[in-house]
């Protein structure tokens, strides 16, 4: 299970979002693959950043598909519940948890208001089975997941990526994590200082 926090590489995630929005603009019902989201602390962040620069509408046709392979059990149900204790929650910028989270009676706990919940769904998926959850996702995001993987895997989890992507869709990693070689024909870099690319369809 990849180590996250909420608001975790926050100016990434905004600079991925401010990126992806105008190619939203035509889309009726946009789609979203978060993979490799630990806790889910990632795709209700993300949920955040586009409710904070969607229309209600938009938003309201967004949908993030969030998956893992660890999240089973009480992990899962915290994701799908969106509660989460305080100390989770230590980062957020200010005026995030007064917007986005409320209380639910659960002493020291926040739960993610309905609104961004509703966008979010969860499921179990493991990235090595090389079967995408789907087709035509407007952005990908796989962060601090690749790099637990062999290079030949790494290769072939992204060639799903690139199936799963709608044209001109974005593939998000980690900083760190280049886009190998071999995959020059599938990716083109769409921000110069992140790791974020966009489908080209004349690959293999």
Aim: proline fraction near 6%; hydrophobic fraction near 40%; glycine fraction near 8%.
């Amino acid at each position: 299970m990849a180590f996250t926090f909420f608001f975790r590489d926050q100016q990434v995630l905004e600079r991925v979002v401010e990126h992806l929005l105008p190619s939203l603009a035509g889309r009726s019902h946009p789609r979203i693959w978060d993979a490799g989201v630990a806790m889910g602390q990632e795709p209700y962040t993300l949920a955040i950043i586009f409710a904070e620069r969607m229309g209600h509408f938009a938003f309201n046709n967004l949908r993030i598909e969030a998956t893992d392979v660890e999240n089973t059990g009480q992990f899962a149900r915290m994701i799908e519940a969106g509660l989460y204790p305080k100390d989770e929650l230590s980062r957020l910028p200010d005026g995030i948890l007064e917007k986005y989270f409320e209380t639910n009676g659960k002493p020291g706990h926040f739960r993610v208001i309905e609104s961004i919940r509703r966008r979010v769904a969860y499921q179990w998926h493991d990235l090595l089975s090389l079967r995408e959850i789907g087709q035509e996702y407007s952005l990908v995001l796989c962060k601090n997941v690749l790099l637990h993987f062999q290079p030949q895997e790494r290769i072939d989890v992204l060639r799903m990526f690139h199936r799963a992507l709608a044209p001109g869709g974005l593939f998000a990693s980690e900083l760190t994590q280049e886009m190998p070689p071999e995959l020059a024909p599938l990716f083109e870099r769409a921000i110069p200082d992140g790791q974020v690319y966009r489908k080209l369809e004349d690959g293999g």
